[in-house]
């Protein structure tokens, strides 16, 4: 299973960006997908995931309201529209997938090797 992560950039406090992470290796749409990131010096964390058909989400509270997870399987792709972005925001993305609906991240099976979000001030 290969997860490809891309999008990330520098943006200004108040923009948008949208990642993008491409899955190969098994049926995406039998898995679900979630997103990850890790900021400088913090252990990494959950930020939100979407179940198989994508009919339910489920987001950290620091991004509920401004980020929107969605995935095309036609793409076996997965998709977190960011927006309203903060300084706070700036991290390493990651995106995952598993068997289980979980924020837990141990839980998940196979991880994307990162983008960087970095929000200037």
């Known amino acids: 299973v290969q997860l490809q992560a891309s999008g990330g950039g520098l943006v200004q406090a108040g923009g948008s960006l949208r990642l993008s992470c491409a899955a190969s290796?098994?049926?995406?749409?039998?898995?679900?997908m979630g997103w990850f990131r890790q900021a400088p010096g913090k252990e990494r964390e959950f930020v939100a995931l979407i179940s198989r058909s994508g009919a339910s989400t489920t987001y950290a509270d620091s991004v509920k309201g401004r980020f929107t997870i969605s995935r095309d399987n036609a793409k076996n792709t997965v998709y977190l529209q960011m927006n309203s972005l903060k300084p706070d925001d700036t991290a390493v993305y990651y995106c995952a997938t598993g068997v289980r609906y979980t924020v837990v991240e141990r839980d998940w099976d196979y991880w994307g090797q990162g983008t960087l979000v970095t929000v200037s001030s």
């Open positions: 290796g098994r049926t995406f749409s039998n898995y679900r």
